[in-house]
């Protein structure tokens, strides 16, 4: 253990060079494990976005949903939609079957139209499961939206609710009278006259401009869709089951199609890509700093103990005992810059966190959020590692230089 | 015990030819040997390669009989671990150690286990008159007291040969008298073999074995 020892005893003998150096080590792990907590957070909320916003933990779909052109019609439509859902309803691992139909068509105050893409839900499960009371929340506080509520579990009541930019665009408020018009599952134009219970905004200003949700009940009529229904989606009582559920499902409904989540959930995946890409290069730049400023402090370690590693040579340690000293400084910079970071990160994320900041709106988006970065033991882990390798490697070359000098050289070095 | 064999080495030295040039000499066991002369004589040179930090041009380095200067540098190294023992003119301590960690470090880098090493350095330092100063690092120790720990390490491992380069040349005559006294004692006493490069009357006048060096040349050889 006498190695590691003067390693330790090596690293102490510079102390102001060596805190430089753990300040690097420890930036590099504050700002890597930062971002991964941040990520984490924006991962987070955007696959609940996603799940709760009507995808649920898994979407069974007609087998051609998704080929070619995805019609906003029954045209492609599970034929006999509530049958399944009721079937899938008596499944131990299904927790709650949301049936749904889209559909398009134009909507009306009289003197205007606006095109829009409907979704009809079941009004007194949809509650239960997906955010629509949040939605809700939201839109009450847009003009016209004071009021809002959901939609009435009475199957002869015919409301909706609009999304805030498609309210504005019709200047209906709550409690206005539109005209739904659409085509029946035959091809056939018919409409309906609802009446608004409430404005949602969905926090994406294409979904707000074009986006309405009505009952079941109101959809069937206008529609004549009968049982027919365009998709299923199911909530798990495990959502971390996900993946092996979707496989399983799938194998009891082989005229259907059981898609995951995150299959269908496209925004996601791009901003996911996106943040890879993004915090991929950063930490890759960091990395390289923390090579870099370390490389730097062990060679000029190596330069000051010339004569002292000609010594230790002269005294029987082997070439390779010598590249094994600099690689257990290297580890000991690691492991203490690591634990120093780790202790960092703890308490900047918490205070950050307490701070309640507010977040600007994402891109094509129309509201912000708070901040509010995650703990992750994963994403520390895989940092402190990755620093820890980095730090191995940035010890290689002085521990080249070391093991290659000429003892009768070194011992001359001044 | 050490034979050195039509040994040459030369160098550039300031544009001049330098180094030791068909040096012969053979060191007995149990021998105070000092190498004297003037300095560019090849005292250090002969040393060095005595000592197998450098490799001759030609020639041979045998100890106990054993040709040693033409092993590949892992055995060399291993050699010097286990049966040499060296002295520098400027200590060379690690500084990040303690007097005991100093004595502790052939030892230790030998693999002997820690209870044994331990009390071998101990007892080392206390040879050297150094039992109260063990936990003492180099910059506390003046420099007679650091070659002390110098020699206590490099006869810690109890080697066949110990090769002491200058040992008095950083030290006044206060400490430098007393230091050759030591190792005189201590090739008495323990039967163990030092070949010592010094041009320091005090050093030569203490030698059982003295051989004179100028311009690389060994020109005389005295037993005493």
Known sequence: MILPRLALRNLLRQRRRTALTLMVVVAGFLALSLAGGFMAQTFQGLSDAAIRGGLGHLQVLPPDALEGDEAQSLEKALPDGEALAAQLRRDPAVAEVLPRIQFMGLLSNGPKSVAFLGTAVDPVLEPRHMASAEALKDGARAPGGAGSRWLSADPAAREVILGVGLARALGASVGSSLTLMSTTRDGALNAADVEVAGLQDLGLRELNDRLLTVSLATAGQLLEAGPARSRLSLVLKRPGDTAREQARIQALLPGASVKPWFELASFYRQVKLLYFAIFGFMGLVLFLVVLLATANTLLMSVMERVREFGVLRAMGLQPGQLMALLQWEGAFLGLLGSALGLAATLLLRAGLNALHLQMPAPPGTSHGYELNIHFVPLVYLVVAVGLQATLQVSALVPGLKAARLRIVEALRHV | ?224
């Open chain 2, 1 to 224: 015990m050490l034979e050195l064999h039509q040994l040459t080495r030369a160098y550039e030295l300031g544009g001049e030819r330098a180094g030791v040039f068909g040096v012969s000499l053979t060191v007995p066991k149990g021998c105070l040997a000092v190498l004297a002369g003037p300095s560019g004589s090849g005292k250090t040179t002969l040393l060095q390669l005595a000592g197998l930090l450098d490799t001759p041009d030609a020639g041979e380095v045998r100890l106990d009989g054993q040709v040693v200067s033409s092993l590949p540098e892992r055995a060399r190294c291993d050699l010097r671990l286990r049966r040499l023992g060296f002295v520098f003119q400027a200590f060379n301590l690690v500084p990040v150690l303690s007097a005991l960690e100093n004595a502790l470090l052939p030892l230790q880098l030998q693999g002997l286990p820690g209870d044994e090493a331990r009390h071998r350095a101990e007892a080392a330092l206390a040879r050297v008159g150094l039992a109260d100063r063990m936990h003492h690092r180099p910059g506390q120790l003046s420099g007679g007291q650091q070659q002390r720990v110098a020699i206590a390490r490099a006869l810690a491992p109890d080697p066949l040969l110990v090769l002491a380069d200058e040992p008095t040349a950083s030290l006044d005559h206060a400490h430098g008298g007393p230091l050759m006294d030591l190792l005189a004692e201590l090739t008495a006493e323990r039967g163990a073999t030092f070949l010592v490069a010094s041009h320091d009357p005090a050093v030569i006048a203490r030698a059982d074995r003295v051989f004179r060096l100028a311009d690389g040349k060994l020109i005389e050889e005295e037993h005493r």
